[in-house]
């Protein structure tokens, strides 16, 4: 057997269903010997988005998202979707293929220092020198990844030892780390601390972030806010955490967030931050949080918490795990005035200024598109003005919310929906983006139609960069440099050349049965949407 | 707030790199860094010393065990700590100057480690601030070249008995 073998068949050891990557001479090997195994390969256009495609597989499987590139231009071209992984904790084994170990820094055709390269946004990174070696660095890759704060794990291979023989294949059972020990189970007093802490406040909040979603906790969380009627709100990485229409559910928080969940965190006596890193999108001024009030920082990684606010009750251990111990206790209080409070507070919300007309309003169409999608849709927003109608108008039933929330890397919808679609061949995926993150994913039409993973496209143009449009608007008094997006595709003629239907919506007439036939087209389908060149998300 | 991390590695090839990557990343300051094996084989030594605000320091530590490669850290301020020095200054001296030298050394305990005609290498092993001092004596007479290791530290035995 060879390392390349080995490496294929680790991959079948962790229940891999599919990988998605691009080869080149250096990690061919491993390509060849993945036709021995039962995994598929999905060829990806251009390797940014075999990562974005491997986060979408995560996000929706619950596994580890594998995606694999050859040495050099391949490797590097992978940072930027691993770090838009490392930024939202997304699990992902991300292979690449390097030059002979024996050429090692002597900056031969196609070396790159990938694992020097990629250190600061991947939670660990082996160079193996030793083809042995093999079972046991994808036995601690895969766990490293998928436990603790997940993220990426990076594996380069030079090509001698994908080729090398290897005398006995034995795939471990565990792992044996002794500087890897993430705490799972939060400490007794401090979870104690909680719940004291909650018996005497009038006004609590949950704030959920992505971590809530990444332990699978959704259901302990909404538990215990029902069970002790708790309001919560969210970040961007914590939509669909809850149902938007959760009675018990206040919306995004932040500087794109909704009004009246800023007013509720505001107003709050003690907040119950779970798996959010208080970014300074969410939480414009962090040190001011704790002026007046409790702040209870849950969250897996130690160094989240403290980092960005300092909390009153630090709470270290896996939110599903902690939220399942919260949820046995009793607690005598009534928070229903404040409920009430914050009920007023969302019917007063701002009603968002009607765009001119003659175009589609955004809102309207993802509100729209909401009502009619599946219970348990997979909605993956990009990056941009689309990404904040998204956040702000989508309502989430019982399905997920997808969006590079931390790195905000435009082009992640469309490879994160194929990835998604090859997770689960069954459910309802749509990708929203705008026409400038449309066209930097645009040429995974291709991979959507060779490997049968279709996804439902909406793309909202304006014929401009929208949201640096609207920060030009607003702060070079609409001097607007580099945003004019002139020369487009025409999306019909550009679908109908990857032979997929395309379906126009130019304003708000019909644009009921338009969305009826967007999502009734078996297969992938293009809705292209005309809006208004000068709508803003504020 | 000066603050001493003695953390213990993984000696593997990359990891000194990753060490100070994290701090050069995230702005953390480094004031002096050494690095050795210790007793145990496959484990390193990195001796770093750090100032900054309390908050900071607190997150070097908690960063530094997110390494994989890191096994352990301790962590002591200044007090707690045993601390020592290393330093090596090669100066050219003179007939006018000799005697001035060997006061200096002989008043801070340094050594004359190598000679030659117009030439000599004083070696001092202290605290930081008795290098530092060493350093400031000499900065008047024409120093060629210094090497020093960086601060090496162990918390007070008195500290390790206690836990």
Redesign the interface.
């Known amino acids: 057997m060879l390392g390349a073998d080995a490496m294929a068949k680790c991959l079948e050891e962790e229940g891999v269903k599919a990988v998605f990557g691009y080869p080149g001479v250096a990690i061919c090997p491993f390509f060849n010997s993945m036709l021995s195994v039962h995994i598929d390969r999905i060829l990806v256009r251009t390797e940014q988005n075999a990562a974005h495609a491997a986060s979408g597989y995560a996000r929706v499987s619950g596994e580890v998202g594998v995606c694999v590139a050859t040495s050099g231009p391949g490797a590097t071209n992978l940072i930027t979707g691993i770090a838009t992984a490392y930024a939202d904790s997304i699990p992902l084994v991300c292979i690449t293929g390097q030059v002979d170990s024996s050429l090692l820094g002597s900056d031969v055709f196609q070396e790159a220092d990938i694992t020097g390269a990629a250190e600061s946004f991947v939670k660990y990174s082996y160079l193996v020198r030793n083809a042995e070696d093999i079972p046991r660095i994808f036995k601690e890759a895969f766990h490293i990844a998928s436990t603790g704060r997940r993220g990426p794990v990076l594996i380069d291979v030079p090509i001698d030892v994908q080729n090398t023989t290897i005398t006995k294949f034995k795939y471990p059972e565990q792992v044996n780390l002794r500087t890897y020990k993430p705490t799972v189970k939060g400490h007794a007093v401090q979870i104690k601390k909680v719940i004291k802490a909650l018996s005497k406040a009038k006004k609590p909040i949950i704030c959920a972030g992505g971590g809530v979603i990444l332990s699978g906790a959704r259901q302990e969380l909404r538990h215990f806010s029902h069970q002790y009627e708790i309001p919560v709100v969210s970040t961007m990485m914590g939509l669909s955490a809850m149902p938007t229409e959760d009675p018990l559910y206040f919306g995004m928080v932040g500087n794109n967030g909704k009004s009246y969940a800023n007013r509720a965190m505001n107003d709050a006596d003690l907040i119950i931050m779970t798996g959010a890193r208080v970014a300074d999108r969410a939480i414009s001024q962090p040190d001011l949080i704790t002026d007046n009030k409790i702040l209870i920082h849950i969250d897996v990684d130690p160094a989240e918490i403290g980092k960005n606010v300092g909390p009153t009750i630090p709470l270290v251990g896996d939110i599903k795990a902690i939220f399942e111990e919260l949820n046995q206790y009793e607690l005598k209080a009534d928070f229903s005035s404040w409920v009430a409070l914050l009920k007023e507070y969302k019917a007063q919300a701002p009603v968002r200024k009607k765009p001119r007309d003659g175009f589609v309003d955004p809102a309207a169409l993802i509100g729209r598109l909401s009502e009619r999608l599946a219970e348990n849709a997979v909605y993956v927003a990009d990056v941009g003005q689309n990404q904040m109608w998204s956040c702000g108008y989508h309502i989430v039933k019982e399905g997920l919310f997808l969006t590079s929330g931390g790195m905000g890397t435009m082009g992640y919808s469309i490879p994160a929906a194929i990835g998604a679609r090859a997770a689960d061949p069954d459910r309802q995926i749509v990708a929203v983006c705008g026409d400038g993150s449309f066209q930097m994913s645009m040429m995974e039409l291709a991979t959507m139609q060779q490997h049968k993973l279709p996804v439902k496209i909406i793309v909202l143009q304006n014929g401009y960069l929208g949201l640096v449009r609207e920060y030009q608007h607003n702060t070079y008094k609409g001097n607007y440099s580099v945003v004019d997006l002139s020369g487009s595709p025409d999306l019909t003629k550009l679908a109908s050349a990857y032979d997929i239907p395309c379906l126009k919506a130019e304003d708000m007439n019909g644009l009921d049965e338009i969305i009826d036939r967007f999502l009734k087209i078996e297969g992938p389908v293009i809705m292209d949407v005309r809006i208004d060149p000068l709508d803003t998300v504020k | 707030m000066k603050r001493i991390y003695s953390v213990l590695v993984?000696n593997r090839s990359?990891v000194l790199?990753?060490v100070a990557?994290l701090f050069a990343?995230r702005c953390f300051n480094i004031d002096s860094l050494a690095v050795g094996e210790t007793f145990e084989k496959g484990v390193s030594n990195i001796t770093i010393v750090s100032s900054g605000e309390k908050?900071t320091l607190?997150?070097i530590e908690?960063?530094l065990?997110?390494?994989?490669?890191?096994?352990k850290v301790k962590t002591f301020s200044e007090e707690e700590s045993l601390s020592r020095e290393l330093i090596l200054v090669k100066v050219r001296f003179n007939k006018n100057n000799r005697r001035e030298l060997l006061e200096i050394c002989d008043a801070l305990g340094a050594q004359i480690a190598d000679i030659s005609k117009s030439m000599m290498t004083i070696q001092m092993c202290d605290v930081p601030e008795k290098t530092a001092a060493l350093m400031e004596m000499l900065a008047s007479i024409s120093v060629v070249e210094v090497a020093r290791t960086g601060t090496l530290a162990l918390p007070k035995c008195i500290l390790s008995e206690k836990q």
Do not use: S, T, W
């Not at chain 2, 065990?65 to 096994?71: A, H, P, R, T």
């Open positions: 993984e990359g790199a990753k990557g990343r908050a607190e997150q908690k960063q065990n997110k390494k994989l490669d890191v096994i």
